[in-house]
């Protein structure tokens, strides 16, 4: 059950919300290692936009799988107000979690989650949360996310979804957003739609978001800023070089494309970023090797084909050389635990 009064805090700056209608609410249902930022970035604009307006526009509770209190992925624990039941379809329950990822994917969570969509309610996911909806089959010809570090991973457990690079996604009954300062921008969008964009802009300077944001940008910076670079011939080449990760093109293909000779590649790639393309394009392969293996149950030869290894042995070699260790010892620190392991994607073919 709800709790009976919603929170309305007092605050000196004042915005009325016009025709504010019946409390909208909200369950948080936690996940462990959910991450904590995501969390406060979700909840905090329903705070402010009820102390903005003096009025019990939202109410919200917090949910957990046994009812006991979580901890988050800083290991701070979060008590809640109770363990999963079935909720009035009015709620909207919202899945938080983070790492480990597979931590959503909990019987009980998915249960949950199915049962509230089933009978006409809208569920959400914040960073790992949309694990939750993929396993209870919500997510096929929608609009989704979940945090970038965490996307690679999911797509070799679920080949058929591809998420969107968006901070945030809203797809009819279906919330998610990348985690972050992206709960906040998805919250905004959902109080824009309840109670007008002008209100809405005022919640988001309350964040000290000084201008709210119009365009649902994608979670990370692009190519060219990560690279301090604006040569659209390196830009468009790297772009490349990441949708071929699992099937790497040869220098020669990539100097095509690029429509210049291979030497000329080169040449750009040592002024722009110190390296040859073949080891920057070896690099991005081995960093999708280091994310599969903390963020998924799959294989060391699985990894090793995934990011385009013919052999595991060429793999370790290579991965031992960029990171300083043998990837088999950074997947025994770091990959989640079995209890949660999803069924093993086919590994793909190399050409």
């Known amino acids: 059950m709800l709790p009976n009064e919603p929170l309305i805090p007092k605050g000196a700056a004042y915005f009325p919300a016009p025709d504010p209608g019946p409390t909208r609410n909200y369950a948080f249902l936690l996940v462990p290692g959910f991450t904590l930022l995501a969390f406060v970035s979700a909840v905090e604009p329903l705070r402010i936009a009820n102390q903005l307006s003096q009025k019990p526009l939202y109410r919200w509770r917090l949910l957990s799988e046994t009812g006991e209190m979580v901890a988050s992925s800083s290991g701070i624990p979060v008590g809640v107000d109770g363990r999963i039941e079935p909720l009035d379809k009015t709620t909207r329950l919202i899945v938080c979690a983070g790492n ?60 058929r979804l591809a998420p969107s690079p968006a901070r945030f996604e809203v797809d009819g009954p279906l919330l998610t957003c990348g985690g972050g300062a992206a709960a906040t921008d998805m919250m905004l969008s959902i109080i824009a739609e309840d109670h007008g964009s002008a209100f809405a802009a005022m919640v988001s300077e309350m964040c000290l978001r000084t201008v709210m944001p119009g365009v649902n940008a994608e979670q990370r910076s692009s190519t060219a800023a990560l690279m301090s670079s604006r040569n659209p011939v390196l830009v468009a080449t790297i772009t490349l070089m990441n949708r071929h990760l699992d099937q790497p093109l040869s220098m020669e293909e990539l100097a095509a494309a690029a429509g210049y000779s291979r030497r000329h590649l080169e040449r750009l790639f040592r002024d722009a970023v110190g390296k040859s393309p073949a080891d920057f394009y070896r690099g991005l392969r081995l960093d999708l090797g280091r994310n599969l293996l903390s963020t998924t149950e799959m294989t060391l030869l699985e990894v090793s084909l995934a990011c385009g290894f013919a052999t595991v042995s060429h793999f370790s070699k290579s991965f031992r050389a960029r990171f300083g260790t043998a990837p088999t010892r950074l997947a025994q620190g770091m990959r989640p635990s079995s209890s949660a392991a999803p069924a093993r994607a086919a590994p793909r073919p190399l050409r």
């Open 100 to 159: 480990p990822q597979m931590a959503a994917a909990s019987p009980a969570i998915v249960a949950a989650v199915q049962r509230h969509h089933r009978f006409g309610g809208i569920v959400g996911g914040v960073c790992t949360g949309a694990i939750a909806l993929a396993r209870a089959g919500l997510l096929d010809g929608r609009r989704f996310t979940l945090h970038w570090e965490n996307q690679p991973g999911f797509v070799e457990t679920f080949p």
